[in-house]
């Protein structure tokens, strides 16, 4: 397959935004006096939506066509949901070394940390400082899929950073609010959670560099069925059981149901 520079430069241009979100869920929690938890439990919901959708609608879909088409149909058949279970234990096995106090995904509010005495400011430096580590460590896959999906269809690639781009908003959020009340400094905590965001570019780039004379449809099959299991079990493990808590039960299925049909109607319209 032929790669375009001009197909590079919008694949990384994604990853980009999608990393750098991070900044604007810091930016919300630091010039807000109270975090919005129901804009988080909607916000949460809608990039599950978004990404349950967009797995088994269209990047599984695409897998299974890349793969039968290369390895026949009951090769590629099985070859699709190796590759997707693959993907939920890879992320499964992170999730799990990470410990759950400074998971990315474990929100830490604003009320949560202010009024602190000065004993725990160390404490709340050591959480910020491992939730943007544990974010980085997320973020490095979601980077390297979110660029080789819009390699092989730009649009796929728009629906995964978009995608994630919203569930690195409340991300943002849990590496700032700690660093902030621990030290005092919107600025520090801002380009902490804006830095750990950089590791979506930086997962797109080692990617490209390692896999790039190994892109033919077999590789970008298994790519595709890799990602879909990765978002399947970042919106199941992570994204609902936040948004369930952040806020009343609804809302949470709402955001899920309007950011599925989001994604149906992008697709639809694009097609």
Not at 25 to 44: C, D, I, M, P
Not at 202 to 223: E, K, P, Q, S
């Amino acid at each position: 397959m032929n790669i375009e520079l001009t197909d590079i430069i919008f694949a990384f241009a994604l990853t980009l935004f999608a990393g750098l979100s991070t900044g604007i869920g810091s930016a919300l929690a630091l010039l807000t006096k109270r975090t919005s938890t129901r804009f988080l439990s909607v916000a949460l919901g809608f990039s599950a939506g978004v990404m349950l959708y967009v797995s088994f609608t269209d990047i599984l879909v695409k897998a299974n066509e890349s793969l039968t088409a290369s390895l026949g149909a009951k090769a590629g058949a099985w070859a699709t949901a190796g590759g997707f279970f693959l993907g939920i234990l890879f992320i499964a096995i992170i999730d799990k070394v990470i410990p759950e106090t400074e998971n990315p995904h474990e929100v830490h509010t604003v009320e949560e940390m202010d009024g602190k005495s000065e004993e725990h400011k160390s404490k709340l430096m050591r959480m910020g400082l491992f939730t943007a580590l544990a974010l980085a460590i997320h973020n490095f896959p979601e980077g390297m899929a979110t660029f080789v999906a819009a390699l092989r269809d730009p649009m796929t690639g728009i629906s995964i950073a978009i995608a994630i781009a919203i569930h690195n908003i409340p991300e943002g959020i849990a590496v700032s609010v700690p660093v902030f009340y621990a030290t005092g400094s919107k600025k520090k905590a801002f380009r902490l959670s804006l830095l750990s965001g950089f590791a979506e570019p930086l997962g797109a780039l080692v990617g490209f560099l390692i896999l790039y004379r190994f892109l033919n449809d077999t590789m970008f099959g298994l790519i595709f069925a890799f990602v879909a299991g990765i978002m399947v079990y970042i919106s199941l493990d992570e994204l609902l059981p936040a948004a369930k808590e952040y806020g009343e039960h609804h809302l949470s299925i709402y955001g899920l149901v309007a950011g599925m049909a989001v994604m149906a109607l992008s697709i639809l319209l694009l097609m």
